[in-house]
């Protein structure tokens, strides 16, 4: 099958081949066609010219005639051309030869010379020929009249489109599941009515939606060689466009289903027919189906292919149904029936069958055409007769029995003689010679070619054969070296010299083409191709200084083509008018910002025709610098200073005298020096630490953030580092300072009961040189932060205390206290007082009487200091005592006091006296009781009030006990009462009581009687509580008493009553200014038949919970008349809530009450009668009893606060706050945290009673940044209720951790040619402080002293700052830090610089020559190469190659460039005599070097001597005399000098020393001594040749010398040596001459001696006719082989056989051109860098001629392929073979070129040609920057997604090939941070890099994927905008990925309110409910 495809593939190649050469046919064809119709007709008009003009003189009349450009001619003016048709006479009539009515198609133009024109549009693909007989008729009588018959051929032209025969395909396939090698598919035929190349189709496949999948252009089969797995399903678009001009195209849709493979049938399959047999015709259009293939009655799939028979694919069958139409039009010439070979499958199994296919040919209705329009060739003078000159050839469409072709006419009479056409095979060749000199330069022939069918048709053709000058010389310049000089400031267009080649031929042989082959890689010259004059073709560039030297090359256009090379140099010199040329494009500098003033720093040099100054235009700000105008030196004239200015951009301007000048930029650097000392920010830095805090706790600020101590440094890098130190030892005691960052740890336990604050000061230094210090250092005051660390303490452990009775409520026992360091404290009673009888201020310690009745005669208590965290305990006593010494007393019992109530002033109430004293005793009074409210004068014995508001209506009296003491021993004290009444004020107004007020009266009531009694009361006293009654205003029928609240009737009712009146009564108290309330007493007038209620007004009490249709109230009325009564509830509004029995009047409960929306219901039941309906009204008020049914609800459901780490436990957190709408104890809330499972209480606690949340140790963000805090509420009901509410503690983060690396190291690579700004690589730090990431400052601490790199200090992107580039070290080892401003890390990072690859290697020496001994051992050592390149690192390694195949066989050479041999080597066989080795030097990265070495076999004796025969007989006469020569022997030794030295001699145990002797260098044998007596005897004796060794090798010959009497004649031949010569290529049987001997009378026969050496004729290439002695060729003959032949040939006398002479015959082989030149290599494999430079040497390709002479001169081209554009990338030197780039070749755009070099020798007759394929690997450079696959990538990822989660992936590309220069590494360099816009839109903040570190980049295989590092909140972003840089060390790209945040639920709904209620006044039907639960609104 491999053997079947390959043979396939080689046909389907010679196919379009094939096509290729009929596309330039054709072209040809038609531009030749076009060029002989002009000739033509030129030819024509001449000679109807001439004709004419002869007739006119021979007086003849005219002959009409049809001229051969097809136009109709009538040569007389006077003859009417006439139609002859059904029309009537026309001119010129015409008798149409076809079915239709031509006439009408073609018209004929009246006029002596008419015109055949078409009369309507002509349609080929109806009808492509039209037969007119055209009759021209004079007016004699009788008229005269000749007939013409005109073929009219219709032209196609491309009027119809490609058509597919359906307009979809649909096929299914079963599926592929292994990659196969491209195989087909499906195949789609298109046909095309048209003609020719617009007829001819070639598909294409437009659109595809998968890649893999190709199609054949000519033949339409769809191939791939993908895996389609079943389900797959693929569309593609297939277009089919014809060849024509323009071109149409049709398309259709191919839709390929791939299925699974159908499982394997028990049901055989078999074809419906054994074989099946179609006929079709020639003519039958593509597409026609000829017949369907079936497949007995089987279910299922069957897939059909034609597998044989059918090599050009004419047929196709259809894949599924197995119907066969015609593919491609069918000729019976070609084939004239098929047998193909159709197979059918089901997926599993196979079977075929035979198809035979006969096709029927068509009837000769066509002419037949010649392939061209026009033959043309070209032949030298002197051909010779016998001579091919052409081919015409011709094809009929028709299938016949062939075509003759015959000469019809010559233009010159002479011209048919001379030329002699095959009437078979159309092969013209010459017959007589062409001279020039004696005949015309042009012989133009009319080829006739007919058909052999009927009717016979024919076809002309005209052959122009044009007579040249063979092209014997070859051109060559006048002069081979030509020079100019130009100035730079030629204009394009400008001659600038004119070269000159002449050529001694002529005609096109002699014509000159000239171009430039070298040295114009720019294009700056352009040459004349016809006059050789060298013209500037753009503006010169003076700037690179060397001469431009081109190579222009000179070549006639005769066959073959002889050319000659000469060199032009062109100088470029600077015009007067040339603007200066600067020495560099741009200039750097670094230089110091100490460098003194007046010091040079740089000399920029421009060079002009004149004097340049220069002059310094731009960028000098404020004139630092001067620049000598004459010399170009820049000089400083100021200080400078690096802090100010870093850099200046100079612009620098040069002119010339001419006033031309130019401009130039220096970029001066200025490098910072230490010249600023370091700063403190501020005088005085306070920080504080809590005494709790433990060892190497950080100070921290009032913020609770790290506390640092900052300086700031205006130097740069190295020299604004900062050193901070305490130097004061008292300090270091207690605080160690980060010498770098400036923050401060303590190193001891702080304490702050001990010292609460700490003084010190702290100094800064850089790390310049000299090192700098901070003019003055900085104070720093440490306050320690007092914490609960000291328990309260109190005075005593033991207090006592004695009271003397009697004991008061409130009297003051004693004072306790306890001390505590840090915190308040709290005082508490904790055993000895179960019953209450006393009580402790929790603040003041103060012991007070709570009920004296409990107090007891002593009693002990343990009482508690407690200050939240630590307590402390005491014991009191108190013991009561009796008073003894009743001496001493107060002047009263009991004192008595007034004062006000709502007074606020300060009073003295009473002053206390005393009996029982003395005047010197000093008196003490006491208050006993009533401190808060009272005060006693302690000495004086004043009783004051404190100024505390007083309300009588609260307390009226206060009982005060008052003390007094003397000073006495045993102290006498006494005791007293004083009893403070609170006197009333006007201050409350009065209260009606037994609300609310109703009155029902009957209509019939007397005037005076009493209604109703209101009552009030008022809390005041006497006239202040005097209340008097009123009417709001007057009532006709009511009044009021003003004392009792009487109202009475005034006067009885009449008609103008009203059934109801609501009075307002007004009591009002006597107080001044007095005081009111107004209320309203209801009052209904009842008609005497009306119902009776048992009350006008009922209240009940009712839960809120009860149950609903409970009775509550039985509302009972009677009517007057017995009549029966119903009831009803008149508002509308309780009907919600209540209903009443419209019979009993019970009251029931309908719907939910609710106590906390309203406590209290008041309504109207009516009771009517049923017979007069007349009612009665009675008000219910129905009161809501509260029940536990509204749980504790908090305000949000989710409150959200914040705490910042680090601070202490017990810091509060929040104050939270539950309601409850219910009553009493069912809304009294305590509060708890709900243990959910979660830790949280470990961290938080809640005060039960307040609500306050605070912490339960210290928070940490980095351990958890969020807390979630349940809290439950609970009232006090039964059961109780609970409602719960979320705390979502965010800690808030503080700066107390250090950045950390991603990485503990970073490494990468960067070209030295990586330009200034380029990406490096990037580090990133994290910090866990969250807001410290983006804060991160980066920057380089070391390493980086050449300032080569540059780092970005918020994104961390390390940069190239090479800007004077410098030159790079191999590596560098930076350590770079990350600072947050409290910490720093830092991380070391490696950077590897890739060299470029800028040298290429080279040889010391092109040629190198070494010799070697034949047979030396393998492996001898032959020379040592060495190739230089100035490279380093990889692309410095040099790898050496043999690059020529014979010397690759026979030698190898190591990485070294040792050259050893790899076989014994034989100096005597030619090839290896002197061996060529060419050697290609390539370094790492593509770039190489070329050298030969020539090896020299040195001789060794490895080879005897060799005899030519092996045997030797020669017959002699006796009386022959002395010293006779007998024969002469020959040995040859293949060895060279001494070696090959051979020495003669006779064997010595031959005993013929005395008769023979040989000269022992000549090797002629001599007769020593007669041979009288010794006749008829044979003498035997062996003589030896040895050589000249050592070692000696010699061979032996047997020499046979039979002595013949005298009288016995010889035979002799005619020449004593013959020599002939023979062309190596005479056929075999071929005579090369006759040796001729005679012998007396008889005969003679001829013998060879038999050699031993191909030139002895060993292997029988020579004949010899033992009769006649002729000499023939009987076995080829090779000149290259063998040379020269010297054979022996034996003459024997035909009677005596014995009698025999030798004579020699040198045969010496002429040479012809019988040998192809042989390339050394094939093919050959050269490297080439891209990019290099134009006439960059690629490699050298020699071939070798083993012909002589011409014949084995060898030149070298590149051969010709149309479709190839090598000849514009190489140039190959005809004569050395090198071949050369003409452009810079790119490897992306092709990686190898395979190109053939043609050499060919130089023969006379015949030039032979070989070609070689040469193999160019253009190899990588990095000339590519990498780029991504998309413009911009989006991605996503879900919040709250563990980190690590495939964000996007990205995908880089880099034209590059290699990989190593296609590896990339990414990086985040940028991010948009958005923020919210005012409509809701986003904008977007630029940062670099991922300053928060939420996302990375990976590799992963050839993706980058960008994954989360972070858990993201789409609440808190949204989304992120990432900027992601891809560097392959040289060059960088970047791309924005987009990346969204979706959304998960999260978050639980925000309502504004918490609690919402709502009623509705009537219940939902079920109908509303429905639509409630569907989402309809309410019903309308």
Same mark, same amino acid.
């Given at each position: ?19 290729? *050469? ?142 597919? $025969? ?10 592929? =599941? ?7 598919? %499906? ?18 496949? @437009? ?213 002699? =056409? ?37 076809? !002309? ?188 951009? =100079? ?45 190497? $706790? ?255 209506? &609260? ?27 609170? @006197? ?7 209260? !009606? ?124 009325? *009677? ?54 309906? $007349? ?43 539950? $309601? ?124 980086? &002293? ?219 044998v001599k007769v020593k001594d007669s041979l009288v007596g010794l006749e008829n005897r044979t003498i035997d004796f062996i003589i030896k040749a040895q050589d000249g060794g050592p070692p000696h090798w010699n061979s032996q010959v047997p020499v046979r010398l039979q002595v013949v009497p005298k009288k016995v004649s010889l035979p002799k031949f005619s020449e004593p040596l013959y020599t002939f010569p023979a062309s190596e290529d005479l056929p075999e049987g071929s005579e090369i001459g006759v040796v001729k001997a005679v012998a007396a009378h008889d005969p003679v026969i001829y013998s060879l001696v038999r050699g031993t050496t191909p030139e002895s004729n060993k292997d029988g290439v020579f004949s010899l006719d033992p009769d006649t002695g002729v000499i023939k060729v009987r076995k080829t003959m090779d000149h290259e082989s063998t040379k020269l032949y010297q054979i022996d040939v034996m003459a024997h006398c035909l009677q005596n056989t014995d009698v025999v002479s030798l004579v020699s015959v ?126 911009? %990538? ?49 904008? %977007? ?96």
């Open positions: 099958m491999a053997g079947a495809g390959g043979g396939e593939r080689e046909r389907e190649r010679e196919r379009e081949r094939e096509r290729e *050469r009929e596309i330039q046919r054709h072209k040809g064809r038609r531009e030749r066609g076009r060029a002989g119709r002009e000739e033509r007709r030129r030819m024509v008009k001449e000679r109807h010219r001439e004709k004419q003009q002869r007739e006119r003189k021979e007086g003849q009349g005219g002959k009409e005639g049809i001229e051969p450009d097809g136009r109709l001619t009538c040569q007389d003016p006077l003859v009417p051309v006439l139609f002859r048709g059904t029309r009537g006479p026309r001119p010129f009539p015409m008798r149409p030869r076809s079915l239709w009515p031509s006439w009408d198609s073609i018209h004929i133009l009246p006029s002596h010379r008419s015109l055949l024109s078409t009369a309507r549009q002509l349609d080929r693909e109806n009808k492509d020929e039209h037969i007119l007989e055209v009759t021209v008729l004079d007016n004699g009588e009788p008229p005269l009249k000749s007939t013409s018959r005109v073929v009219v051929g219709i032209l196609d032209v491309n009027d119809n489109p490609p058509a597919f $025969s359906h307009k979809l395909f649909n096929v299914r396939l079963p599926e592929r =599941l292994s990659p196969v090698s491209p195989g087909p598919v %499906y195949r789609l035929v298109a046909s095309d009515l048209d003609e020719g190349l617009n007829g001819r189709v070639t598909y294409s496949i @437009e659109e595809s939606d998968e890649e893999g999948f190709s199609i054949d252009p000519v033949t339409g089969v769809v191939s791939s060689s993908s895996i389609f797995t079943a389900g797959e399903y693929n569309i593609l678009t297939i277009k089919a466009t014809d060849n024509g001009q323009p071109p149409l195209s049709a398309s259709v849709r191919l839709h390929i289903e791939w299925i699974p493979r159908p499982r394997p049938s028990s049901i055989p399959l078999a074809f419906d027919e054994t074989h099946y047999s179609f006929t079709v015709m020639e003519t039958d259009p593509v597409n026609h189906m000829v017949g369907v293939i079936s497949v007995e009655g089987r279910p299922g799939l069957f897939w059909f292919n034609i597998s044989g028979g059918d090599k050009d694919m004419d047929f196709d069958i259809e894949k599924t149904t197995g119907s066969i139409i015609i593919a491609r039009p069918l000729d019976t010439r070609r084939t004239s029936n098929y047998n193909l070979t159709v197979e059918v499958t089901d997926g599993s199994r196979t079977i075929a069958t035979q198809v035979h296919i006969f096709m029927i040919a068509n009837i000769n209705h066509h002419r037949p055409q010649f392939l061209e329009t026009h033959y043309e060739v070209r032949v030298p003078q002197d051909t010779l007769p016998g001579v091919e000159l052409l081919r015409v050839q011709a094809i009929d469409q028709d299938k016949g029995k062939g075509l003759i072709y015959t000469i019809h006419g010559s233009q010159d009479p002479g011209s048919a003689s001379l030329f002699q =056409l095959d009437p078979s095979s159309g092969v013209l060749v010459t017959v007589g010679k062409l001279d020039l000199g004696s005949g015309p330069s042009q012989h133009t022939l009319t080829v006739m070619v007919r058909d052999q069918e009927i009717p016979i048709k024919r076809n !002309f053709v005209w052959v122009t054969i044009h007579v040249e000058n063979g092209n014997l010389h070859p051109p060559y310049f006048t002069q081979l070296h030509y020079e100019a000089s130009v100035p730079d400031t030629t204009a394009p267009g400008t001659e600038l010299l004119q070269v000159r080649a002449m050529d001694a031929d002529r005609g096109a042989n002699a014509e000159v083409r000239y171009t430039l082959l070298k040295g114009n890689g720019e294009g700056f010259f352009n040459i004349n191709p016809l006059l050789g004059i060298i013209t500037l073709a753009r503006k010169l560039d003076w700037a690179n200084h060397a001469p431009y030297t081109l190579t222009v090359k000179a070549e006639d256009q005769g066959s073959p083509q002889w050319h000659d090379l000469a060199t032009v140099i062109i100088h470029v010199y600077p015009s007067d008018r040339s603007a200066p040329i600067f020495s560099k494009t741009e200039y750097f500098v670094e230089i110091p910002e100490s460098i003194p003033v007046g010091s040079p720093i740089l000399l920029v040099s421009a060079m002009s025709s004149s004097e340049v100054t220069y002059e310094l235009r731009e960028g000098n700000k404020d004139g630092v610098f001067s620049m000598n105008s004459y010399s170009g030196l820049i000089s400083t004239q100021k200080n400078l200073d690096h802090e100010k200015i870093s850099s200046y951009q =100079l612009k620098i301007r040069g002119s010339n005298m001419a006033g031309a000048f130019t401009d130039v930029i220096v970029v001066v650097d200025i490098i910072d020096e230490n010249d600023n000392a370091p700063m403190f920010l501020k005088s005085t830095f306070v920080g504080q630490i809590s005494e709790a805090a433990p060892l190497y $706790s950080m100070i921290m600020d009032k913020n609770n953030n790290p506390f640092v101590i900052h300086a700031s440094d205006s130097d740069k890098e190295a020299n604004s580092l900062l050193v901070y130190k305490i130097l004061e030892p008292e300090a270091l005691k207690f605080f160690k300072i980060d010498p770098s960052m400036g923050t401060l740890t303590i190193v001891s336990e702080m304490d702050y009961e001990s010292r609460p604050s700490f003084k010190f000061c702290v100094y800064v230094h850089d790390q310049g040189n000299p090192i700098l210090f901070a003019p003055r250092p900085a104070q720093v005051i440490i306050n320690v932060r007092d914490v609960n660390d000291s328990p309260p303490r109190f005075s005593e452990q033991i207090y006592e205390v004695a009271i003397v009775g009697p004991i008061h409520p409130g009297m003051e026992l004693l004072m306790v206290r306890a001390s505590d360091d840090d915190s308040e404290v709290n005082y508490s009673i904790k055993t000895g007082n179960a019953d209450e009888a006393v009580t402790i201020h929790p603040i003041t310690g103060r012991i007070s009487v709570l009920n004296p009745d409990f107090m007891g005669l002593s009693r002990k208590l343990t009482i508690r200091a407690s200050d939240g965290l630590y307590q402390d305990t005491a014991l009191v006593k108190i013991y009561l005592n009796q008073v003894l010494d009743t001496s001493l007393q107060f002047d009263q019992d009991v004192y008595r006091a007034t004062v006000k109530e709502n007074l606020q002033d300060r009073k003295t109430l009473v002053i206390l006296g005393t009996q029982g004293n003395y005047l010197n005793d000093t008196l003490s009074y006491f208050l006993l009781n009533g401190t808060d409210m009272f005060h006693m004068v302690q000495s004086a014995g004043v009783l004051q009030t404190r100024g505390v508001v007083f309300d009588r209506e &609260q307390q009226d009296t206060h009982e005060l006990a008052v003390e007094v003491r003397d000073n006495r021993t045993p102290q006498r004290v006494a005791q007293a009462l004083v009893r403070v009444s609170i @006197e009333d004020v006007n201050d409350n107004p009065p209260k !009606f009581k037994h609300l609310p007020y109703y009155t029902i009266i009957q209509d019939g009531t007397e005037p005076g009687d009493v209604l109703f009694q209101v009552s009030a009361t008022d809390e005041d006293l006497g006239t202040n509580g005097a209340i008097t009654y009123t009417f709001a205003e007057d009532y006709t029928y009511f009044r009021i008493d003003p004392y009792l609240g009487d109202i009475s009737l005034r006067k009885p009712f009449d008609y103008q009553a009203l059934n109801k009146y609501r009075l307002k009564v007004i009591a009002r108290d006597g107080g001044t200014p007095s005081l009111q309330s107004e209320e309203e007493v209801l009052v209904t007038v009842r008609n005497k038949s009306n119902p009776l209620f048992q009350s006008p007004y009922y209240k009940v009490r009712v839960p809120e919970n009860i149950t609903l249709y409970t009775p509550i109230l039985h509302t009972q009325a *009677r009517s007057p008349e017995g009549l029966r009564l119903i009831y009803n509830i008149v508002e509308e509004e309780p009907l919600m809530l209540f209903t009443t029995d419209f019979k009993t009047g019970v009251l029931t409960v309908t719907g939910p009450l609710d106590y906390e929306s309203k406590t209290k219901h008041v309504f109207t039941v009516r009771a009517t009668d049923t017979a007069l309906g $007349s009612f009665s009204e009675a008000t219910v008020e129905v009161l809501v009893e509260d029940v536990n049914d509204n749980p504790p609800t908090f305000s949000q459901l989710v409150y959200t606060t914040s705490i910042s780490e680090g601070l202490p436990a017990q810091t509060p957190v929040i104050q939270l706050l539950a $309601s409850d709408q219910d009553s009493g104890r069912n809304r009294d809330v305590s509060y708890q945290i709900v243990e959910d499972g979660s830790d949280v209480s470990k961290f938080f606690q809640i005060n039960g009673s307040t609500g306050e949340m605070s912490t339960v140790q210290e928070l940490d963000y980095e351990a958890q940044q969020r807390f979630h805090v349940k809290v439950r509420a609970m009232d006090k009901g039964d059961p109780p209720l609970t409602g719960e509410t979320l705390v979502v503690v965010n800690v808030s983060d503080i700066n107390d951790n250090p950045p950390e690396f991603r990485q503990p190291q970073y490494e990468a690579n960067v070209s030295e040619l990586a330009t200034c700004g380029h990406l490096v690589l990037k580090v990133q730090a994290i910090d866990p402080d969250s807001r410290d990431t983006s804060r991160l400052e980066y920057l380089i601490l070391s390493g980086n &002293q050449d300032r080569h790199f540059s780092i970005n200090s918020s994104s961390g992107i390390i940069s190239m700052f090479n800007l004077c580039k410098k030159h790079l070290d191999s590596s560098y080892n930076l350590r770079v830090g990350a600072s947050d401003g409290v910490f720093r890390a830092t991380v070391p990072v490696y950077i590897n610089t890739t060299n470029a690859n800028k040298y290429s290697p080279e040889f010391q020496q092109h040629l190198y020559e070494a010799e070697l001994a034949e047979n030396a051992m393998v492996g001898t050592k032959v020379i040592d190469l060495l190739a230089i390149d100035k490279d380093s690192g990889p692309y410095g390694t040099i790898d050496y190659t043999i690059i020529n195949k014979l010397a690759s066989e026979k030698f190898s050479i190591n990485p070294n460039g040792q050259i050893a041999t790899l076989q014994k080597l034989d100096r005597e066989n030619s090839t290896e005599r002197v061996i060529a080795i060419k050697v290609m030097a390539q370094d790492g990265g593509g770039r190489v070097a070329f050298c030969t070495v020539k090896i020299i076999l040195t001789d060794e004796n490895d080879n005897p001597p060799q005899f030519k025969a092996s045997a030797y007989t020669v017959s002699i006469q006796s009386n022959v005399s002395k010293d006779s020569p007998v024969i002469q022997v020959l040995a040859y030794d293949a060895d060279e000098g001494q070696n090959a030295d051979v020495t003669y001699s006779v064997n010595p145990e031959d005993l013929v020393n005395d008769v023979i002797e040989i000269n022992p260098v000549t090797g002629v040198n045969i010496q082989v002429i040479d012809v051109n019988d040998n192809r030149p042989v390339f050394e290599a094939d093919p050959y494999k050269a490297v080439l860098t891209e990019n290099m430079p134009v006439g960059t040497s690629v490699i050298q390709v020699t071939a070798i001629d083993k012909d002589t002479g011409r014949d084995g001169q060898v030149s070298y081209r590149l051969s010709a392929d149309p479709s190839s554009n090598v000849h514009e990338l190489f140039a190959i030197d005809s004569d050395s073979g090198w071949i050369t780039t003409l452009q810079e070749l790119d490897c992306e755009t092709c990686q190898t070129y395979n190109f053939h070099v043609v050499a060919y020798d130089h023969g006379r007759t015949i030039q032979l040609s070989s070609q070689a394929l040469v193999q160019v690997s253009i190899t990588d450079e990095n000339d590519n920057a990498p780029r991504f696959a998309s413009e911009e %990538y989006r991605g996503s990822v879900i919040e709250n997604s563990e980190p690590g989660e495939l964000v996007a992936t990205l995908k880089t590309l880099d034209a590059d090939i290699s990989e190593q220069n296609r590896q990339v590494t990414c990086y985040i360099t940028g991010a948009m941070s958005p923020y919210s816009h005012e409509h809701g839109s986003f904008c %977007y903040h630029s940062c670099p890099g991922d300053p928060l570190g939420q996302f990375g980049i990976s590799q992963v295989e050839d993706e980058w994927r960008i994954s989360s590092r972070k858990t993201l909140d789409r609440e808190h972003m949204a989304k992120y905008l990432l900027r992601v840089t891809a560097s392959d060390g040289k060059f960088q790209a970047s791309v924005t990925v987009e990346i969204f945040v979706l959304d998960v639920n999260d978050n639980s709904p925000q309502c504004s309110q918490v609690r919402a209620r709502h009623h509705y006044n009537q219940p939902l039907s079920s109908a509303r409910w429905e639509r409630l639960g569907s989402g309809s609104p309410w019903p309308s």
